[in-house]
């Protein structure tokens, strides 16, 4: 489904990724994990236009993205989560998600979003500041879903959450697993990484430098919480 090769990204003059390879197939959760600053939020950003200087090659669905616009890109079926959450705080929870229109047979109806997260329903009418921090990232995953994005990517979706909402999130992100989507996920929790994912690519220095399987990574946890710093 996604299929990166030698992509290089620039900040102004800051070479941050430096021949970055992965590749995510259809229906797999796969998670990108490594120190703050290691080029995991710029390789979102890369795959969905939000750097503007890029080279290499990202092809979507058979389909060479590295030159189009993140409008184009997010037509395709690919969204983004970011770390901030990315929602209307002084919308309502059913404004946030239907601001945008949806786009192909895949957009997830409201009734299903609901059975999703239950808790916005309840908070349908509320203001999207009003919510926890839990039931905002909730909103911010569901967007993408009622637009009709079938390739997800979720930055640090864990991160500050009480550990029963990560149960919930990662609840959250296997069913959608299961309804046959996709997921590149960028986390620093290895428990919840290996819980969700099927496989993981480490990254140093804007470079993959390995790529482990769920045991690899339950085996070294704590190398890698020393490596990362967690």
Request: hydrophobic share 40%; aromatic share 6%; charged share 20%.
């Amino acid at each position: 489904m996604l299929k990166i090769t030698n992509l290089d990204s620039f900040y102004g003059e800051s070479h941050v990724l430096q021949g970055i390879d992965l590749n995510v197939e259809a229906g797999e959760v796969v998670t990108l994990i490594g120190r703050n600053g290691a080029g995991k939020t710029t390789t979102l950003k890369s795959i969905i236009g939000d750097i503007p200087r890029r080279t290499g090659s990202i092809v979507f669905n058979n389909a060479e993205i590295i030159n189009a616009t993140s409008e184009q890109i997010c037509k395709m079926g690919v969204g983004l989560v970011p770390d901030d959450r990315g929602i209307f705080s002084t919308l309502s929870v059913y404004e946030n998600l239907t601001i945008g229109r949806p786009v192909g047979p895949q957009a997830w109806p409201l009734s299903r979003v609901y059975e999703l997260f239950p808790v916005l329903k309840d908070r349908n009418a509320q203001k999207a500041s009003s919510l926890s921090g839990g039931e905002q990232q909730m909103l911010a995953i569901a967007r993408p879903l009622y637009m009709g994005s079938t390739f997800l990517l979720l930055d640090e979706p864990s991160e500050g959450l009480a550990p029963v909402i990560i149960d919930a999130i990662g609840s959250a992100i296997q069913q959608i697993k299961a309804a046959g989507l996709t997921v590149l996920l960028v986390e620093q929790n290895l428990p919840f990484a290996t819980e969700v994912a099927d496989r993981h690519y480490l990254l140093e220095n804007g470079r993959i430098v390995r790529e482990m399987s769920n045991s690899e990574v339950a085996t070294e946890e704590e190398s890698l919480l020393a490596h990362l710093g967690v």
